[in-house]
């Protein structure tokens, strides 16, 4: 093949919006696929990359992290192209399996409660048989594409989620830098992420989740922990229970670290902790793979936290409630008929409860509806079930992001001093805001889904 400095970036999903990021590559007559992922506000084959654009089978996908806004549709391309190499972190091969799975039971559930009849968009056996095809690497393991090929490439830490990498692609004339999701801020568990040095690059692929966010007024992770353990303490002086909706991979593990944290410096009072199925079965994943987090992190036994049981029984959420406690449950954003939204729905009814949001809440959701209801609102928590009255008020945001702020990424940005910067995996705003403040004096570009983009080195 002949070498060119040139690279083709064809914008299979997550260019002018955050979803379903897919982004395929042709770069020295070869074809990369950079992550799969599905669109979690979209549903059935909607939710999906626009596939279609794909003329050939892919040489290689390269899975950033497992979130599934990322990895999500990997079982489908696999099906399509059934030889597809696959290669991401180590720890990603392991939670990436976790949440495929679970994808397909969620899938199959909405397939009967929503009546989607596209779905599931794969089986657990689609699972199985692209799992199979996945290597897994080792931060700054250089590896080649193509055996005996001249495309080099290497995952290095994001500081995003256990597993989580920046990809660099290195082709004979022009080196690619792609951030996927990155975060610059030492968390509880994961140390912050790692750039590159000494590495000249020609291209970088940026995310843009906060473009629009002014983050002057966040506070820094350890006060804002602090202010989250000290509302916790008063919910639960008062005989109430605390309720954290969380992201199964991260928030989940996070959370129920600095809550153990703060009842072990005596700054949460002692009351049991919760924690649900997926973000628990993912916790035994961190476990395995520890070395993987911040060298000074303290990773709790996962049977320090007790079960949630069946939360659409609710019996078993008023047990739950009967006594003080504080409960980690999915989803982050409260979807209706998931965990959060179940246990939510019986605690709304009193007042003595909290309910403390710590990730990103979209406007669409139920979970911003109920941050921002009024008393005596009536919110649905469950599809197809009587509206409830909202009665609780202690109903708060806290800030714990696992996203670079915009000055951050602008930092990125200025230190590679690449020749091309390429803006996705962010709203309107986001990326328009990035395009004018962050890339003077560079080639910038704001691909929508479905554009294609020339980059010279």
């Known amino acids: 093949m002949n070498s060119s400095n040139s690279i083709t970036l064809n914008v299979l999903g997550g260019g002018g919006e955050v979803g379903a990021s897919c982004f395929h590559l042709v770069l020295d007559g070869y074809h990369v696929v950079l992550d799969s992922g599905t669109h979690p506000k979209k549903d059935g084959i909607e939710a999906l990359p626009e596939f279609r654009l794909l003329h050939r089978a892919p040489d290689a996908l390269l899975v950033s992290h497992a979130h599934v806004d990322h990895c999500g549709s990997v079982p489908y391309l696999v099906r399509q192209f059934p030889a597809l190499r696959i290669h991401s972190t180590l720890p990603t091969v392991r939670i990436m399996d976790r949440m495929l799975h679970n994808s397909v039971s969620v899938m199959e559930l909405l397939a009967r409660e929503r009546g989607i009849l596209e779905y599931p968009l794969y089986s657990h056996d689609d699972v199985n048989y692209a799992m199979g095809g996945v290597r897994g690497h080792n931060f700054e393991e250089t590896f080649p594409l193509v055996e005996g090929g001249p495309v080099e490439i290497s995952f290095h830490h994001a500081g995003h989620v256990l597993g989580s990498a920046s990809i660099l692609l290195k082709a004979p004339g022009h080196t690619l830098f792609y951030t996927g999701d990155i975060c610059e801020t030492d968390q509880e568990l994961m140390a912050g992420y790692s750039l590159l040095n000494n590495v000249h690059v020609?291209?970088?692929?940026?995310?843009?989740?906060?473009?629009?966010?002014?983050?002057?007024?966040?506070?820094?992770?350890?006060?804002?922990?602090?202010?989250?353990?000290?509302?916790?303490?008063?919910?639960?002086?008062?005989?109430?229970?605390?309720?954290?909706?969380?992201?199964?991979?991260?928030?989940?593990?996070?959370?129920?670290?600095?809550?153990?944290?703060?009842?072990?410096?005596?700054?949460?009072?002692?009351?049991?902790?919760?924690?649900?199925?997926?973000?628990?079965?993912?916790?035994?994943?961190?476990?395995?793979?520890?070395?993987?987090?911040?060298?000074?992190?303290?990773?709790?036994?996962?049977?320090?936290?007790?079960?949630?049981?069946?939360?659409?029984?609710?019996?078993?959420?008023?047990?739950?409630?009967?006594?003080?406690?504080?409960?980690?449950?999915?989803?982050?954003?409260?979807?209706?008929?998931?965990?959060?939204?179940?246990?939510?729905?019986?605690?709304?009814?009193?007042?003595?409860?909290?309910?403390?949001?710590?990730?990103?809440?979209?406007?669409?959701?139920?979970?911003?509806?109920?941050?921002?209801?009024?008393?005596?609102?009536?919110?649905?928590?469950?599809?197809?079930?009587?509206?409830?009255?909202?009665?609780?008020?202690?109903?708060?945001?806290?800030?714990?992001?696992?996203?670079?702020?915009?000055?951050?990424?602008?930092?990125?940005?200025?230190?590679?001093?690449?020749?091309?910067?390429?803006?996705?995996?962010?709203?309107?705003?986001?990326?328009?805001?990035?395009?004018?403040?962050?890339?003077?004096?560079?080639?910038?570009?704001?691909?929508?889904?479905?554009?294609?983009?020339?980059?010279?080195?």
Not at 223 to 239: C, K
Not at 285 to 301: M, S
Not at 405 to 429: A, C, M, Q, W
Request: net charge negative; hydrophobic share 40%.
């Open 202 to 457: 020609d291209t970088l692929i940026i995310e843009s989740t906060h473009g629009s966010t002014d983050n002057s007024h966040v506070r820094p992770y350890p006060q804002e922990a602090l202010r989250l353990g000290h509302a916790i303490a008063e919910v639960l002086h008062q005989g109430g229970s605390v309720l954290i909706p969380s992201f199964a991979l991260g928030r989940t593990q996070e959370m129920l670290n600095i809550v153990a944290r703060l009842q072990e410096e005596g700054v949460i009072p002692e009351a049991p902790v919760f924690a649900s199925g997926l973000g628990r079965a993912i916790y035994e994943i961190y476990n395995r793979f520890e070395r993987y987090l911040h060298p000074d992190a303290t990773l709790r036994p996962l049977d320090q936290f007790g079960r949630i049981g069946n939360v659409w029984e609710r019996s078993v959420v008023r047990d739950l409630l009967a006594e003080p406690g504080i409960i980690i449950a999915t989803s982050g954003m409260m979807l209706e008929n998931t965990p959060s939204a179940m246990i939510a729905q019986e605690m709304v009814k009193r007042t003595h409860h909290g309910i403390f949001f710590v990730g990103y809440v979209d406007h669409e959701t139920l979970g911003y509806r109920l941050l921002h209801s009024e008393p005596g609102e009536l919110l649905e928590f469950s599809l197809g079930a009587p509206p409830v009255e909202v009665k609780l008020r202690n109903i708060q945001r806290f800030y714990f992001s696992a996203h670079a702020p915009r000055t951050s990424l602008r930092s990125v940005i200025e230190r590679l001093h690449p020749k091309n910067v390429v803006f996705v995996h962010g709203d309107p705003p986001a990326l328009a805001w990035m395009k004018e403040h962050t890339a003077n004096g560079y080639r910038t570009h704001v691909p929508m889904v479905g554009q294609s983009v020339v980059l010279e080195a």
